[in-house]
């Protein structure tokens, strides 16, 4: 890119301030760049199928058992498909401390439900691997103190996702099944029926990646 107003933006921006990664986007958009050009320009280094297929999915609207932050997600939409959010980040700061932690990071979601392997843990991507073409998913605990520990997750962010749901499965049927939550606090079988129905779910995004050619 060679025009002023990318090129400024560029070097204005954070990877931590979802506004100033906002801002390069559009700009980049308004180039003509497509979401793959858009996110390596912003970050430095490409990113790999599985992570635009479930951004073309929008995952903030898929009711997985995780929480997304805006980035990097919402800079692979473009602005004529509603680019930019209407709400605030609720992992804003989450974003912020892992950035200050380790700035080749790039979180994906905090797993949901602390009695699982994936629950309460940042999840992310690292752009040394990403560079490397590896997908590894790395996690830290979501209060990113200085005694939490950057641990290896899973070779992708899809690999890592089917893992939590198919264990949330798992819980959730052994929850139902304890005599003492069948008397206080019995398992909603509906819900244990629609976190089963997102296993294939992911299952599908993980077709759709390899038929791209990653993921």
Known sequence: ??????????????????????????????????PHEVVRECYGVGFPEEF???ADAGPHSLDLMVDFPLLPWRLAVPPERGGRPERPDPMADITRKVFARDPDLVPLFLGVNVNLEHGGRVHCYSLAELGAGRT??????????????????GDSLLAVLHEHHTQYVDWLENESWDPANVRTDPVDEETVAEIRELVPMIEGFQRRAASRGSG
């Open 52 to 54: 635009f297929v479930l």
């Open 1 to 34: 890119m060679t025009e002023d107003a990318p090129r400024r933006l560029r070097a204005e921006c954070s990877r931590d301030d979802y506004a100033s990664m906002a801002g390069l986007a559009r700009a980049l958009y308004t180039h003509g760049l497509g």
């Open 136 to 153: 590894t998913v790395f996690g830290i605990w979501k209060d990113v103190e200085p005694h939490n520990e950057v641990e290896r997750c």
